[in-house]
Structure formats: structure tokens, C-alpha cells
């Protein structure tokens, strides 16, 4: 007999999902906070601590550090504490970071601070996504974890106008003393928001059934489906654990092993295809371009703009056409962009509006794809017993990425220059299309426990 869910009970089920869902991502904007206020205080942190080269990179790099290690020590943590539990330890810890960033007295007290709160970002970045995969339906999980996404390119775009607004309110001498300070603590108010909210959203059902507590999952499940498929889905989890060890080991066993390769593979693809290279030095580039100062931060924020708007036309689409189709289109699209942007600077025909029209082009594909794709295949390939576990894995190659991308970008393009450093990224999108054509499955609207079965037939 096919189970149904009656109309009042469906849209009832909808809301609760989609208001627990926006709580959890309001981790994503925690995220896009801190990896994009830097970018307004580093210059005035600059003169304030009289920092050479090297210490300015490490002001910006060290957050990563920090994210690396929460994105580590998430999959554990998560598993003996709850998914819930460990958001609102990650809440508190960005919150001392947001205040720690704000009132140093020396540059170590900031860089302390910074890697605080970036271990608080690492633990959101996996279990923010991660929580909404395992409280969504099947059918809507797709644009419920990638709301994650939408708040992350919210962060960054709303916090270029919160800079802009501190960094306006004073004189160069404030803005040196006191500007950057507020830049960084004004973090603190969505950190205690999401910090409240975290204590009104239920546990993950998925996990408190894993802890042999259904009792307590299926009221949640039951406000998720509806009764009968509430119940069904309590089974389904049940005998999904039965057949999993827990143990880390089972990820290198034939089947899962595929499983591991997709969530680290396109981990890191996300990062080496250069977004973040252009996200972080997209006044650089332009400038490159000759386009003068303010020309230049006028771009960036249309950049951000269409990064935005991009996010949420891929919200609307990754539940209907499915997480494949998304990569497929925009690594292909992105291949492209870097192609030219590469010609481009190669002929030196760099001042008409080709590379800002095919940068935005790129960054738009960026944002319909592998932005929010990679994160919502990350948070539901994985088996119920190990998916903490194995996210977090899939999160520090991420991180770790992220990493190497930031800190070799700007050597690269003074050395190789900006023609070959663009096609080394179209060379890395090109080689995401083939490697998602090749071996990413397409898990639009099925239920964690059957994408899970996926992986026991390719065994087979």
C-alpha cells in the first residue's frame, strides 16, 4: 500500500521543517561573517599593529586554521553529544571570537581570537548542513540544506555594507584605533541570536534513534511526515543501523569507499575551482583590469550581488532538476568563464567589460552548482552511524583547501601571472565536470536510508 501524507498535515510538517532549518543555517551566516570581515579591517589592522607581509596573511588565514580543527573534532563531537549540543558549544565559541577579535591589545590576543572563533566556524560549516539533512524530507532537502548556502553569501554580502558603514563613521585616526575593533564585534549579536534560537529546535531524530532513544525521535518525525510515514521512516533508520559497524573503517570498504571519493573529491574541488581566490582578492583583479579603487569595490559588490541572487535561483532548482544536472551545468559553465577571463589577460584585451561580464558569469555558475551542491551531497551520502564522522572528514579536506587556495593565489599570480592561474581553475572545473559525469550519483528526492542502499549495489 502507498503511504500518504493528508494536504493540512504536509503544510504543517513544511513550516516546522523550514523554521528549524533557517535556525540551523543561521550558522551559514556566522560563516560568511567571519570570512568576509577581515576583508574591511585588515587595512586599518595593518597600521594599528604594523604588520609586515607575512603577519597580514596570517591575520586572514589564521580563522581557516581554526575552522580546520572544528570541521575535525565536529564528527566526534556530534556523535557522543548531539548534533544540537555541539551547535550551541559552537555558538558560544564564536561569539568569544567575535568579542576576543574586537578589543586585543596585541596582535597574538587577535590571532587567538580569530582561531576560537574559526574552530566555532569549522563545527557550524559541517553540523549546520549536516542537522538539516537529517531533520528534512526527502523531497525538500535539497533547498533546506542549501539555505545553509543562501545565509553564507548573505554573511558576506551584507557584511561588505557593515564595513563600509563602521569604516565611514570616523576619521582615519578612528578607524585605525577603533574602526576594525567594532568591525569584528558587531559579529557578536548574530552569534548570540543563533545561540537563543539553538535551544528551541529539537535534536536530530536520526541521531537520538542512533542513541537508542526512538521514543523520543518520533514525535519529531511525526511533526516531519506525518503518522505513518513517520513511523516507517523509525524503521528505516532502525535497519540502516543494523547494518553499519560505526566504525570509520567501514567508509574504506568497496561500495562506501565510492561514497568517501564523491564527499572529498568534490570537498576540495569546490575550493581548487577558485572561487574563494576571486571572492577574497576580487578588488586585486580588478584593479588589474585598470579599473581604479572605487571602480574596483563597486565590482566586488556586484560580485556579491550576483553570488546572492544566484544562491537562491539554485534553491528553487536543486530539488527539481536534481544535485547532478547543477554540477554538470555549472562546472561546464565555469570552464568556460575561466577559459576566456584566461584569454583575456593572455591578449592583454582586459579594459572593456569582458572580464567583469565573464567573472560574474562564472561566479553566478559557481553559486547555481557547486556552492550549495557540494555542501547538501556532503551532508547525505554518507550511512546514519558515520555520518558525523565522515562529514567532518569531507569538511577539513574542504578547509584545508580553502587554505592552500588562499595562501597560493596571490604567489601565483605573481609569478605564473593572472592568464595561467585563471586557466589552472578552468583546468580544475573541467576536470569537476568529468569527475561528477563520471562518479557523482544523483540523490534528489530520496530519503538518507536510500541513498545509503546505493552504495550496497555498486558493492554487489
Known amino acids: 500500500m502507498e503511504l500518504t501524507i493528508n494536504k493540512p498535515n504536509e503544510q504543517v510538517s513544511i513550516k516546522f521543517v523550514t523554521l528549524v532549518s533557517m535556525v540551523a543555517a543561521l550558522g551559514g551566516l556566522l560563516f560568511g561573517f567571519d570570512t568576509a570581515v577581515v576583508s574591511g579591517a585588515i587595512g586599518f589592522m595593518e597600521q594599528k599593529f604594523h604588520l609586515n607581509n607575512l603577519q597580514v596573511g596570517w591575520a586572514v588565514s589564521s580563522l581557516i586554521i581554526g575552522c580546520i580543527v572544528g570541521a575535525a573534532a565536529s564528527g566526534v563531537l556530534s556523535d557522543s553529544f548531539g548534533r544540537k549540543k555541539v551547535l550551541i558549544f559552537a555558538a558560544i565559541l564564536f561569539i568569544i571570537g567575535s568579542i576576543g577579535s574586537a578589543i586585543p591589545a596585541t596582535f597574538t590576543g587577535y590571532i587567538v581570537a580569530r582561531i576560537i572563533g574559526g574552530i566555532g566556524i569549522g563545527i557550524t560549516s559541517t553540523l549546520c548542513p549536516l542537522y538539516n539533512a537529517e531533520i528534512a524530507p526527502a523531497k525538500y532537502r535539497g533547498r533546506l540544506v542549501a539555505l545553509n548556502q543562501l545565509a553564507i553569501v548573505t554573511g558576506i554580502f551584507l557584511t561588505y555594507f557593515v564595513n563600509l558603514w563602521i569604516a565611514g563613521s570616523g576619521d582615519e585616526a578612528w578607524q585605525i584605533s577603533t574602526a576594525w575593533r ?3 564585534g558587531v559579529g557578536a549579536i548574530p552569534g548570540f541570536l543563533f545561540l537563543v534560537l539553538l535551544f528551541f529546535v529539537p535534536e536530530s531524530p536520526r541521531w537520538l534513534i542512533k542513541q537508542g532513544r ?74 588589474a583590469t585598470g579599473a581604479g579603487t572605487n571602480a574596483s569595490l563597486i565590482q566586488t559588490i556586484l560580485v556579491g550581488l550576483i553570488n546572492f541572487l544566484s544562491t537562491i535561483l539554485a534553491l528553487w532548482l536543486i530539488d527539481k532538476v536534481g544535485r547532478k544536472v547543477l554540477l554538470l551545468v555549472g562546472s561546464s559553465s565555469m570552464t568556460l568563464c575561466l577559459l576566456v577571463i584566461g584569454l583575456a589577460f593572455h591578449t592583454g584585451n582586459t579594459f572593456g567589460p569582458v572580464v567583469l561580464i565573464f567573472i560574474l558569469l562564472y ?29 567532518a572528514i569531507a569538511a577539513m579536506a574542504l578547509w584545508a583547501a580553502d587554505y592552500v587556495v588562499s595562501q597560493s593565489f596571490p604567489p601565483l599570480l605573481s609569478s605564473a601571472g593572472p592568464a595561467i592561474t585563471f586557466w589552472i581553475f578552468g583546468a580544475m572545473s573541467l576536470f569537476t565536470f568529468i569527475f561528477t559525469w563520471r562518479i557523482v550519483p544523483e540523490t534528489k528526492g530520496k530519503s538518507l536510508e536510500k541513498i545509503e542502499s546505493l552504495w550496497s549495489v555498486k558493492k554487489a
Do not use: C
Not at 519529531?220 to 511526515?225: D, M, P, S, V
Not at 523509525?234 to 543501523?241: A, T
Open 214 to 287: 526512538p521514543v523520543e525521535a518520533l514525535p519529531i518525525l511525526l511533526r516531519i511526515h506525518g503518522e505513518d510515514l513517520a513511523r516507517q521512516e523509525v524503521l528505516d533508520i532502525k535497519e540502516s543501523f543494523k547494518q553499519e559497524s560505526g566504525s570509520i573503517r567501514q567508509l574504506f570498504n568497496p561500495g562506501l569507499r565510492i561514497a568517501l571519493i564523491v564527499g572529498v573529491g568534490l570537498a576540495i574541488l569546490q575550493q581548487i575551482t577558485g572561487i574563494n581566490a576571486i571572492m577574497y582578492y576580487a578588488p586585486e583583479i580588478f584593479k
Open 182 to 184: 567594532w568591525m569584528f
Open 363 to 391: 561566479v553566478a555558475s559557481f553559486a547555481i552548482s557547486l556552492g550549495p551542491v557540494v555542501w547538501v551531497i556532503m551532508s547525505e551520502i554518507f550511512p546514519n552511524r558515520i555520518r558525523g564522522k565522515a562529514t
